[in-house]
């Protein structure tokens, strides 16, 4: 096990699955301690069954909706309570669902801003206080590649702008932390084998991509 981060203590969102588990997995076999945040107990459960013994005595699972700021909050303060300090906060929660300006729900909007926009300042808000008693603190926030790429499936329109605003707010945090010495990191991540559909309406994915077909054709 490298000891590039030993004894430093982070928490990563959204990661119970994915992105965000190998995050962890990756922060563990650093020497990193950590806590694992996500909505479903149930899949903390089997994240944290999944690692090794030594990265489970360094792990703890901490059930939270990052959308819901009073949870966010006493996650937050139980990895204090647990740890004694925090180093770095990964937010990778997120959340995508394909559609139309005129096809989505008011469930499908709230959803994916609160998660993706809101469960990201809620996430920084609550850990800032923090990271300013550390030597070498970070905030990393995950975005995407939908951000910016135009050439991809189609109806993702919300994801890729709730994304987009990720990437402004975090120049601007940046610029706020540079007194506190807190580095501010945006990482895009490009097309991956995850669990990002899970979940999706078979129908709304056909649209997408029948529309993806039909304006780049099938030599894109």
Known sequence: MSKALNGNVYLVTGASSGFGLA???????????????????????????SLSDDQRERAMALTADVADSPSVDAAVKSLIEHFGRLDGVVNNAGVARPGTTETYTDQEIQQQLQINIAGTLHVSRAAIPHLKQSDNPRILNISSASAEHHDEMHHLSLYAASKAAVERLSRDLRREMQEYDIGVTVLRPGAATTNFADGWDFDRIKAGMDAWHKRCGPCM
Not at 35 to 40: D, E, I
């Open 23 to 49: 995050i962890a997995r990756a922060l563990l076999d650093a020497g990193a301690r950590l806590g694992l945040l996500a909505r479903s107990s149930d899949k903390l459960v089997a994240a944290l069954a």
